[in-house]
């Protein structure tokens, strides 16, 4: 997710990118650029890492969710809760400002009124009894149609979870894909529970919700990244994680193998990335270590793309974006063969984010880094299931995705991922931008205008006037309305008066809802940003400081063998990354093995690093693996007294020589108790 182009013009020719032009009723097929890991290092971190036929985005003769596109008459339906003292209507912007009035003529009819001639926008539409009173109200979106199909590398993502938040309803499913579409979304996430899909060891069930909402997205050129977080009770290990832990990795990994397997096959053309884990490094989703998230990415990887070699496989996704520990770990197992790209989250100012992602650019190697849940807690004025925000902070998230989807891009990340599209209330927070009948808060404009202006988007640089440092302008590469143009995304973190240089030729100028203003950016800045459209290449006039990146490229093969350490969950220490050990008394290690290729390897494993003060007997094993074999390597672990601050600091590593099936390694911190 931390970006900058590093593609020389022969590789350029080189690097293709085929765009399947067949498609059936139901569902996509991706296509993986053909590329070799080494000459991965040399190609563009923008690119699109798979490609869906889509089309132009149109609206539904029944415009799911009050959404518009410009030119069309919008047809406000009553809501089902409509009063039968409605008499009136009043039609309201985003200031609340009242910009139509008119009457309730037919009760009976389909539509409560037809407005003609709205521009693009967010609306509130009121319903008034004879006194003025408002009984009822509900909310609508005119949307700028789109002059192409989303690019297949455009960076405005977002996450819908759909197969949880309309779970088994597959005409909420179906209204998800289309407005997500309707915004101009490239990637859209989605949520799957490993216990609930597969209840037994041998058991898959035929249909289920996740089936039909890939079926939707794909069907409405949506690539669809799908992330599990949870283990089937008869996957756990009881003996190490107790029982009911289903937030806990399943300890043999030739389960989530077989697993990781079958979705690639499953989901085929449907779904074209998945995250093996969601934020498996705090205590909500498991309480992993480095060294368990590894291994666990590792049989993943292997999984996946055992089932289908052009699926992208994620990191498993942190909640933020790691500590040191983490990258620290990352590099020591040698991770960077087994993920195609480096998933965080965070939910931290954007000014935050160039210190924030600093972890993860390292850790990333090269690949893309994706964001796959970013967004702002804003607490909730009213009850469940409709928990409404504030007027003031429905315009503080509208104007918190413009800042957010910028800053992002500009401190390395390739794939940004609003969090969230439906309705979302939890402990108080409300995340969404649909209410709970999936009708617009004015996030989803803002988010609209992001995938119009920002479509096929790379980041420039940015500019901090030395004379106004409140004032925050991004440049980027894009392709709003169909051409090649350069983007400003301009803000100010407080109320000031500042404005472009007027040597800057200005196209057009928008407001962060989309809306047209007049050719001259204002010079009243705020929190609100305005996009300001400029030819081609006129951003390389101002002063840019350039946009971060992921850190250089490592090449090598995934092997098909796996190292891991087993450890008793209560032994986890996660601010040291590390598992806890007495000192002064031998602990005996569950060390594994796995092979999983399909024919039989042989080779030595050789503990390559142990901290001073600590002793691992034995510190070499000779074995052979068949094909999916899983082999317990007998191993005892000390620390004296004189090596506590030693064991603290240091890893263990072990490195493994299977000839041909690789070098595998396994790096993990064991630390006094």
């Not at 030739?254 to 989901?267: G, T, V």
């Not at 990415?297 to 992208?312: C, D, E, S, V």
């Not at 620290?328 to 210190?355: A, C, M, R």
């Not at 004189?642 to 072990?654: H, N, P, Q, T």
């Amino acid at each position: 997710m931390q970006n900058s182009r590093l593609l020389s013009v022969t590789l350029k020719v080189l690097y293709f990118v085929f765009l399947v032009t067949v498609m059936s009723v139901c569902r996509g097929q991706e296509t993986a650029p053909q590329i070799t890991k080494d000459r991965q290092s040399q190609t563009d971190l923008n690119r699109a890492l798979q490609t869906i036929p889509r089309s132009i985005p149109t609206a539904p003769p029944e415009h799911p969710g009050n959404v518009f596109l410009l030119g069309e008459d919008v047809n406000i339906k009553f809501p089902k809760e409509i009063s039968n003292k409605a008499v009136g209507w009043r039609l309201l912007d985003d200031r609340r400002a009242v910009i139509r009035r008119g009457t309730i003529d037919d009760k009976k009819s389909k539509a409560l009124v037809t407005i003609g001639g709205l521009g693009i926008g967010w609306y509130r539409i009121e319903l008034l009894d004879a006194a003025g009173k408002v009984v009822n109200w509900t909310t609508a979106a005119v949307l700028a149609r789109l002059a192409e199909p989303v690019p297949q590398d455009s960076p405005v993502c977002v996450d819908s979870a759909t197969s949880w938040f309309a779970a088994n309803e597959p005409v909420r499913q179906e209204r998800f894909a289309q407005l997500a579409a309707l915004a101009g979304v490239n990637w859209i996430r989605d949520r799957m529970s490993w216990g609930g899909f597969q209840r037994g060891p041998d058991k898959l069930p035929n249909k289920t919700t996740y089936d039909t909402a890939a079926t939707f997205q794909a069907r409405y050129g949506l690539k669809v990244l799908q992330v599990f977080h949870d283990t089937p009770g008869w996957a756990l290990n009881e003996q190490l994680d107790g029982k009911r832990r289903y937030k806990r990795f399943p300890r043999n990994l030739r389960l989530l193998y077989k697993f990781c397997k079958a979705m690639a096959q499953r989901y085929k053309g449907r779904v074209l990335a998945w995250e093996p884990w969601n934020e498996a490094n705090i205590t909500m989703f498991g309480g992993h270590t480095i060294d368990e998230m590894c291994s666990h990415q590792k049989a993943a990887y292997l999984g996946y793309k055992a089932g289908n070699p052009n699926l992208t496989v994620c990191w498993n996704v942190y909640a933020g974006a790691g500590t040191r520990l983490h990258s620290e770990g990352v590099l020591e197992n040698e991770t960077w063969p087994y993920f195609e790209t480096y998933n965080i989250h965070s939910y931290q100012k954007p000014d935050n984010y160039l210190k924030q992602f600093a972890p993860a650019r390292e850790a990333a190697c090269g690949r893309p880094i994706w964001i796959t849940e970013c967004g702002v807690r804003l607490l909730s004025k009213t009850g469940r299931p409709w928990s409404e925000l504030s007027q003031e902070d429905e315009l503080k998230q509208a104007k918190f995705i413009a800042r957010s989807y910028a800053g992002s891009l500009f401190a390395g990340v390739n794939r940004h991922f609003f969090f969230i599209l439906g309705n979302f209330p939890e402990r108080g927070v409300q995340f969404g931008l649909l209410r709970n009948d999936q009708t617009p808060g004015p996030g989803y404009v803002a988010l609209a205008a992001l995938g119009r202006f920002l479509a096929g988007a790379t980041c420039l640089g940015r500019w901090v006037p030395e004379n106004n440092p409140s004032v925050r302008v991004y440049a980027f590469h894009s392709r709003p309305d169909g051409r090649q143009r350069d983007v400003l995304v301009i803000w100010a973190e407080k109320p000031t008066t500042w404005s472009l240089p007027t040597s800057l030729p200005t196209e057009a100028v928008y407001d962060y809802l989309g809306r047209p203003l007049v050719k001259n950016t204002p010079t009243k800045m705020d929190s609100a940003a305005v996009f300001v459209l400029l030819p081609k290449g006129a951003a390389r006039k101002l002063p840019l400081e350039p946009p971060l990146r992921s850190s250089a490229f490592r090449g090598g093969e995934a092997s098909p063998v796996v190292l891991q350490l087993q450890m008793h969950n209560n032994s986890t220490k996660l601010d040291q990354q590390a598992h806890t050990v007495p000192v002064g008394e031998e602990t005996n290690l569950r060390l594994f093995a796995y092979n999983f290729s399909n024919k039989a390897v042989s080779g030595t494993i050789t503990a390559e690093h142990v901290p001073q003060g600590c002793k691992l007997v034995p510190d070499r094993w000779e074995i052979t693996l068949e094909p999916m074999e899983r082999k317990h390597l007998p191993a005892r672990f000390s620390i004296n007294a004189s090596g506590r601050d030693a064991a603290s600091d240091g890893w263990i590593k072990l490195q493994g020589d299977f000839a041909d099936a690789g070098q595998p390694a396994l790096a993990f911190r064991l630390v006094p108790k």
